[in-house]
């Protein structure tokens, strides 16, 4: 049984009797009493000043509480008893800790409601309230952009309805057939022009020009040329239905995308200036090192791939693990590679000609690579090529947990957030279907009560992620499209 326990002192010779009351309150159907000297400690609380009414003032009780029995004394509350175990804590102890299994969000709403404010909060709490303030912000984007697809609110010419058309064919494959074969095709381009890339270095492959020089297979450059014309045309189409030019520019992928199509222009550009202009050595050296570039297109997979972007996303989480195994590694090559050149300095036939000589060393023994081009040949020596090698392991196993750690949690976040935004979006469809009920309802002229029983209910505790006005509009559009497939 839940009871609250009596204050330790009671003030005998006090002339506010209000501190000696007590009252009886029944939390979603559990019941305890509460003492006036505790309650009135936050006399602004919703309970402070439920104590301190008159019992006779029906009007001011019932906009405090949800239902009372004047001859019990107790006032009802239709809360969660869970979150009122958490807050009834203020009243002792001036602060507020949140239970496992509650949420934050509605813990807020809990605290509200009882007029306690979110100061008497504690830190650790309050940092779990701001992750779930995040991950709801993150749901309604992702809501929000899922709804935006839908064309809700018709554009306002045909250009802008065009634009918003092709932006959706080019990046959204999830929208429509056409856009997921779109979607394939260029990964399909991408990894053609990989393997192109890597066919032409053959020397079996390659053909010889009227100087004797190897160059690529006429359809090998054939089929690069297609490549690069279908990036090229992707990049414009993308480019000119993006709704915001400046983001498209400064976006990675699309950094990634123009360097993967630019240096087949400006070799095409050198190779004319080259034959007019510029000494022809010098141009083939340019092509040579532009050529090299093209292996930034095999970052594009990445577009199509989110098993790479989330990935990325982890290794950017991850910043400051990799910065910790870098120190830890530069910290081991600095100090085995002079304690390595120090000690191999007795042999004659000594492999460490100088410390900046034994970074490559101690670098390939701390990564267990060991391609045995440098050794130690002193019995010293030995020994701290082992060390060095067990100092490598300890140091690159350290931070690796902590990174697979944030690539699982962010993986598994993204999943959480997908989930909950097709939650929501079924949600959207059983309120419209509803409202679609009452309407008809109303239509055929039936009783008010059936027409009240209908309405969808919704609680001070529900959790708003777009406005209502929006969300009624877009959730009738997303029910008909639903319906029509």
């Not at 929000?144 to 809700?152: E, F, T």
């Not at 202009?277 to 989110?306: C, E, Y």
């Not at 979006?425 to 008809?440: G, I, Y």
């Not at 509009?473 to 497939?485: D, R």
């Amino acid at each position: 049984m839940w009871t609250i326990p009596k204050p330790r002192y009671r003030n005998c010779n006090s002339l506010d009797t209000r501190d000696e009351a007590e009252i009886a309150v029944n939390i979603g159907g559990v019941k305890l009493v509460l003492y006036g000297d505790v309650l009135n400690r936050y006399p602004e609380s919703r309970l402070a000043e439920l104590i301190n009414c008159s019992t006779l003032n029906y009007d001011i009780i019932y906009s405090l509480c949800d239902d009372y029995d004047p001859g019990k004394r107790e006032f009802y509350f239709d809360r969660d008893p869970d979150a009122f175990r958490c807050i009834i804590d203020v009243y002792y102890f001036g602060e507020i800790h949140i239970k496992r299994g509650i949420c934050p969000i509605c813990f807020i709403k809990e605290m509200e409601f009882w007029k306690i404010d979110q100061s008497y909060l504690d830190e650790c709490c309050k940092s779990d309230l701001t992750e779930k303030e995040e991950e709801l912000a993150e749901i309604a984007n992702k809501v929000k952009l899922i709804l935006d697809d839908l064309d809700v609110v018709p554009s306002v010419n045909r250009s802008a309805r065009y634009q918003k058309f092709l932006w959706k064919l080019m990046e959204k494959p999830e929208s429509s057939l056409p856009a997921r074969i779109i979607a394939i095709a260029s990964f399909l381009f991408v990894l053609v022009s990989s393997l192109v890339m890597c066919v032409g270095t053959i020397p079996e492959v390659q053909m010889e020009d009227d100087e004797g020089d190897l160059v690529e297979h006429p359809t090998l450059e054939a089929i690069e040329t297609a490549c690069i014309g279908w990036f090229t045309v992707e990049y414009l189409l993308r480019f000119m239905s993006s709704p915001n030019k400046l983001h498209f520019f400064l976006s990675f992928m699309n950094i990634i995308d123009f360097m993967a199509i630019m240096p087949f222009y400006v070799v095409l550009t050198l190779t004319y200036l080259g034959t007019t202009m510029m000494d022809l050595a010098k141009v083939q050296q340019a092509v040579q090192a532009l050529r090299i570039m093209r292996i930034a297109r095999i970052f594009k997979l990445a577009r199509h791939s989110s098993g790479l972007q989330t990935l990325t996303y982890a290794l950017k989480r991850s910043f400051k693990e990799l910065g910790l195994l870098l120190m830890y590694m530069g910290i081991g090559i600095f100090v085995f590679s002079a304690l390595g050149y120090t000690l191999e300095q007795s042999h004659p036939e000594t492999l460490f000609s100088s410390i900046p000589q034994s970074f490559w060393w101690a670098i390939i023994t701390m990564t267990t690579v060991g391609y045995g081009d440098i050794y130690p040949k002193t019995t010293l020596g030995k020994c701290n090529a082992a060390i060095s090698f067990l100092c490598g392991v300890i140091a690159i196993a350290l931070p690796i947990h902590p990174i697979i750690n944030n690539f699982v949690i962010f993986y598994n976040k993204q999943r959480l957030l997908e989930t909950a935004a097709k939650h929501e979006l079924e949600l959207m469809e059983l309120q419209s279907s509803e409202d679609s009920m009452v309407k008809a309802t109303r239509k055929s002229g039936a009783l008010g009560a059936l027409e009240s029983s209908m309405r969808p209910s919704r609680s001070d505790n529900s959790i708003p992620l777009i406005e209502e006005s929006t969300r009624t509009l877009k959730s009738k559009k997303y029910c008909s499209e639903t319906e029509s497939f």
